[in-house]
């Protein structure tokens, strides 16, 4: 690890403060697009505390090595045995974790690969090297796939990290799950049905996770990330052929129903979860109401909080949303990174408009949908292009970031803060930055 070499600055930019890397852009699959330049100063944050808390870093798996050969060794792994019952429910506490404003973050590449976050996963992985199926079918066997997720699931996020964030001020995680998640039955008939054997001790992490949550205080919302055949074509919905098949295809959209069936009847009884999320970024079809109709399939389901994403549609699920009296949240995504609009504009001009357009575009659709509505990823990231021609950039980006967070403190129901570092585990520093710039 160099992260003792890197000063300051570097760290900081390599939390994505400076852009380091860019999340794929919604509806853009751009698996070779080069890694941004750097251009930001470095804000105020004390240096040492975010040293002594790199050094605390590693970087996942750690047990493997490249041979001269080009083949990879794993060695074998056998996790810890993990508690795997959730306490009794208790619901006037779950009703406290449901309907509080909630202050969130992402947990991604936890459960849902993505390359830019979690490289090292990726070092043998298979094919274009970008998603999640890529490492299932990479690393040379089954066995070695399944030791290296088993170890990146046990040792990624731990119950310490749990404490950590609910020490910051968040009461909520939302945590990206693939289908693959639930296990081999469910990768049956899909693209992970070769892999299948991979997830065989999925689930129990997944659930392990929202205990640690539990321990912590802290609300889970268990986000459908990757549902069968894709919902939007992205790598980080688990495939890499860029095809999205979820909507055309019944026999998908039945898996997809059977999915959120089995964790409706896991999760609705779970203290700690505050919901589950339909699907993650999806298109925006015609169809993607009738994901709803989750609501009737069980007695179960009929009692748990629903988060769909609006697929970047504001106003026609405000409506949907608006219109319907049980408990359906719109999941609303806010970036200013990925268009050539948003490239062309100023730190500055974007955070005008967060204070103006935005705030007023979020204030109106939160009153349409009866303020069920979150913004459940967010980040400070900005093309290098905006900060161009900044004389302050650490300032400007600053303020943009603190413009984010007040606007989604105050117009929305709830904001989960995604956070944009290439390197594994540090994203907590990142949020720290964030929790930093809120109290200045
Ligand atoms: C790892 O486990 C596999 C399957 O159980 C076994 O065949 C192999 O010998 C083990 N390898 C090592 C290095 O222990
Ligand atoms: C659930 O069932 C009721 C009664 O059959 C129906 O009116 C309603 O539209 C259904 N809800 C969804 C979301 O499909
Ligand atoms: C409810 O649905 C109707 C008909 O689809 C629509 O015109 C109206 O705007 C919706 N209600 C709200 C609160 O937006
Ligand atoms: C952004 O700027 C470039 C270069 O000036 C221009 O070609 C492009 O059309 C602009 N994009 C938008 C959406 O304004």
């Given at each position: 690890m160099v992260f003792s070499q890197i000063g300051f600055t570097s760290l900081l930019r390599s939390l994505g403060l400076a852009q380091g890397l860019l999340k794929p852009a919604p509806g853009a699959l751009d698996p070779n697009a080069p890694q941004q330049s750097l251009s930001t100063q470095a804000t105020t944050l004390p240096q040492t505390s975010l040293n002594a808390f790199a050094a605390t870093l590693h970087d996942s798996p750690a047990s493997v090595e490249v041979l001269d050969s080009g083949d990879c060794y794993v060695q074998n792994y056998t996790g810890p045995s993990l508690i795997d019952s959730y306490s009794p429910f208790d619901p006037v506490k779950a009703t406290i974790y449901r309907y509080r404003q909630q202050q969130s973050v992402n947990l991604g590449s936890w459960f849902v690969h993505e390359q830019w976050m979690t490289p090292s996963t990726f070092k043998c992985s298979s094919g274009k090297q970008l998603s999640e199926h890529d490492i299932a079918s990479g690393w040379g066997s089954t066995t070695a796939a399944r030791a290296v997720l088993e170890r990146h699931w046990d040792s990624f996020i731990s119950q310490e990290d749990f404490y950590y964030l609910a020490s910051i001020g968040i009461n909520t995680v939302r945590i990206p799950i693939g289908y693959w998640s639930l296990g081999p039955t469910y990768c049956r008939d899909t693209a992970f049905a070769d892999v299948a054997e991979v997830y065989a001790n999925s689930w129990s992490r997944v659930k392990h996770a929202i205990i640690m949550a539990d321990q912590a205080g802290l609300g889970v919302l268990v986000d459908l990330h990757g549902a069968p055949g894709s919902q939007n074509g992205q790598p980080h919905s688990g495939i890499s052929d860029g095809q999205t098949t979820l909507f055309a295809d019944p026999s998908n959209v039945e898996k997809t129903m059977q999915i959120l069936t089995f964790l409706a009847g896991e999760l609705s009884e779970v203290t700690n979860v505050v919901g589950v999320q339909?699907?993650?970024?999806?298109?925006?079809?015609?169809?993607?109401?009738?994901?709803?109709?989750?609501?009737?399939?069980?007695s179960a389901a009929e009692a748990l909080p629903l988060y769909i994403h609006d697929g970047f549609d504001l106003t026609r699920f405000s409506r949907y949303v608006g219109n319907r009296s049980d408990f359906v949240v719109q999941d609303h995504h806010s970036y200013f990174v990925y268009t050539s609009a948003d490239e062309n504009e100023t730190a500055s001009d974007h955070a005008t408009d967060v204070r103006s357009t935005v705030l007023n575009d979020l204030d109106y659709a939160s009153r349409t949908g009866h303020r069920n509505l979150v913004v459940d990823e967010w980040s400070c990231a900005l093309a290098p292009q905006s900060l161009a021609e900044e004389s302050d950039k650490g300032g400007a980006q600053q303020r943009f970031c603190t413009d984010q967070s007040i606007a989604y403190s105050s117009a929305v129901a709830g904001w989960g803060f995604w956070g944009e570092i290439p390197i594994d585990r540090l994203f907590r520093v990142c949020l720290r930055i964030v929790f930093a710039l809120q109290l200045t």
């Open positions: 339909i699907l993650n970024e999806p298109k925006n079809v015609d169809s993607l109401e009738d994901f709803c109709g989750i609501r009737n399939v069980s």
